[in-house]
């Protein structure tokens, strides 16, 4: 029950439905509306606070904070759900996402070349795995194979890739817009090889313009309109 209330609490802040700096109704009030005991709400006022969304202070009550500026990478496949029935806002943030991760893999390719080029057949072989593959499949073997390779990377890089993966696999639109076609995420690792293996200089560009390729598929996947979600209950009402 928390978790349901939880989620239609953030979804409303998220769409800009109870404004940045408005105070939610008191605890027993809430527990009405939602028709449940007080402790639940306080379990959902945690949960809010976890994901920096509100914040609570004795005496001022729970205050709603800027998701804008206060919200991370795990907020995100959240906020792109509160957003189905706004594809462009929703394609917004899942292009912030995919950038982000390019960036970030653009980098780590670069910086490993050599020891990547060390490893040439065992990726060209993932490539023949990943080819015949079905869609889930192809998904789990591409990122195992990535977070193999990236075992050397440095602990930080290695935790905010699998941070970005993990809200990726949490969105089912994206994961099936850029895993839909195997053989195309296959013939994406065999010119991502031959990016690598050409000359250093321009190197990242090329790497870096194979990878938008497919991860482009994703942001654009969110275009795509969705019937709205159900009706919620409002929990800052006017008047």
Known sequence: MAERID?????????GE????????????????????????QRVIARLEAKRLVTARP?????????????????????IAALEDRPTEAARLAGELLFTRRMLATAQIVRHRHAL???????????????SSDPAAARTRELDMWRS???DAGIGTIGVLNTLERA???LPLLAEAMWAKPR???????????AVDGPEQGCAERVEAVLAMTW??????????RPPAGRCRRVCRSG
């Open 18 to 41: 109870i404004e940045v700096g408005a105070r939610l109704p008191g605890v027993r009030v809430l527990a009405e509306r939602f028709g449940v005991n007080p402790s639940t709400i």
């Open 168 to 170: 990726l696999e949490e």
């Open 59 to 79: 005496g001022s009550g729970v205050r709603v904070n800027d998701p804008r500026r206060v919200g991370d990478l795990s907020l995100i496949p959240e906020w």
């Open 149 to 151: 390779l990236s075992q």
């Open 216 to 225: 482009w598929r994703g942001s654009k996947s969110c275009l795509s309109p």
């Open 7 to 15: 989620h239609e609490i953030a979804r409303q802040i998220l769409r």
């Open 117 to 131: 080029l060390g490893h040439t057949s065992a990726l060209e072989q993932a490539a023949g795995q990943i080819d």
């Open 184 to 194: 195309q995420n296959a013939n994406r690792l065999r010119a991502l090889l031959e």
